[in-house]
């Protein structure tokens, strides 16, 4: 079993920023991608930031320039700093991630967290 726990989100005002951490826990041998999806009532699920486990990146159009993906593979956690949040943006922000779970059983699984809420208002 995996588990991934989403942390930092929050109530900020338009412009400022937060900082989301994800902890992944259990049968882990690997990780290949993490990344980070948010979904807002009423709408698809849509992808903001991946990274792969040699550091490549990948994000949104919406958040190039303000949003910064990153990940520490010896505590297996990924980060998403978000900078001058816009109220669009509102949404749970759910973490997700690739894993392999054992040394001689090549296969990897995708796992979801259970979210976290970023509200941007005034």
């Known amino acids: 079993q995996v588990q991934l726990v989403e942390s930092g989100g929050g109530l900020v005002q338009p412009g400022e920023s937060l900082r989301l951490s994800c902890v992944a826990s259990g049968s882990i041998f690997s990780i290949n991608t993490m990344g980070w999806y948010r979904q807002a009532p009423g709408k698809e699920r849509e992808l903001v930031a991946r990274?792969?486990?040699?550091?490549?990146?990948d994000y949104a159009d919406s958040v190039k320039g303000r949003f910064t993906i990153s990940r520490d593979n010896t505590k297996n956690t990924v980060y998403l700093q978000m900078n001058g949040l816009k109220p669009e943006e509102t949404a749970v922000y759910y973490c997700?991630?690739?894993?392999?779970?054992?040394?001689?059983?090549?296969?990897?699984?995708?796992?979801w967290g259970r979210g976290t809420q970023v509200t941007v208002s005034s």
């Open positions: 997700n991630a690739d894993i392999r779970h054992y040394r001689f059983s090549p296969d990897y699984f995708g796992y």
């Open positions: 990274t792969t486990s040699d550091g490549n990146a």
